[in-house]
């Protein structure tokens, strides 16, 4: 979704946006906050734990780490070159890398996304969920009891106590939870999921691997820490019970809302009109007599080509019989002057 502000164009999926279409990228902001509170009211905070840039930025960022230690600056640096290019043509962008002929702003805002992109994901981390995030606080008026977050089964799992892997628990009145303590210790914000949902989970499911592979070791059934929802655990719903409480009011709601917009959004690209047209009289003359009595009006026709295209147009002007129209550039390349004529 690159912008190009230098010729004040928006490409979007293909659609080309100018700023004058800025309704569509209303439409197309919207879109993404809707389906955020439907897809959290239906299964928590898939946004965080799997898409957002902070995640994927911290397991680009560890992923470096991991291969090769210490490069996390370069990351940084090639992020902020490609987020540069977002709004300005990359292709140039890359030449003039290489001639070492960035401009000033240029090199300003690489290095700018550099330092914020190291500074997010290659040293704050989950310090920016924990403490900086806004959707985090509000996420719990999009969650009910029959929304799929990460939880620990406190039911099998406690008692918890450590044993050895021989040791039958239910001799030693322990539930199935060895208090290992691997599920905090790769926690990215560091909470303990064992005491409930909390504001700080960003739903990475972290836990549920590490706790997984600790009862496969134990040869125990998987499943302690897992996906549920708070009155499948209570209820002991069943995968099919739970899934049709998918169809909630609120749920249906969100879907509603958000097949409106995204239908009024389509119907309005599908009928856009390909070019605008803004006609402005000329305030300098107003009608004035020229050669072959005639009486001169002159306005200003400012026609902007909505897409990518060549496209020609023709000007007429209706109103009175044999209306001709004259067409002159006017000082600016875009811009013509166009005079009616009719005889006086
Ligand atoms: S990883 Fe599993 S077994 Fe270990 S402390 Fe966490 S919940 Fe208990
Ligand atoms: S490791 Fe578990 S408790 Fe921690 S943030 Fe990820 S899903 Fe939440």
Redesign the pocket.
Known sequence: MPFDLGKRRFYVFGLVLYPQSFIYMTALLLIPAHSLFLFTTVAGRLWCGYARPQTVYTELFRWVERRIEGDRIATGLWTGFTFVGSFTPIHSLAAEVGRLALGPWETFWVLFYRFATYGNAGFMREQVCKYMCPYARFQSAMLDKDTLIIT?DQAC?EP?GSRSKKADPKALNLG?????????QVCPTGID??KGLQYECIGCAA?ID??DD??KKMNYAPG??RYDTQNGLAQGLTASQRLRRVFRPRVIVYSVILLLICSALGVRIALRSPFKVDVVRDRAALARLVEDCYVENVYRLQVMNATERLQHYRVTADGLPGLPTQARPSAFSRRYSVRSLRPS
């Open positions: 620990y799992g918890r199935a939870c060895i208090d290992c303590n691997l599920c905090v999921i064992r836990c590490v706790c600790v009862m302690l820490v």
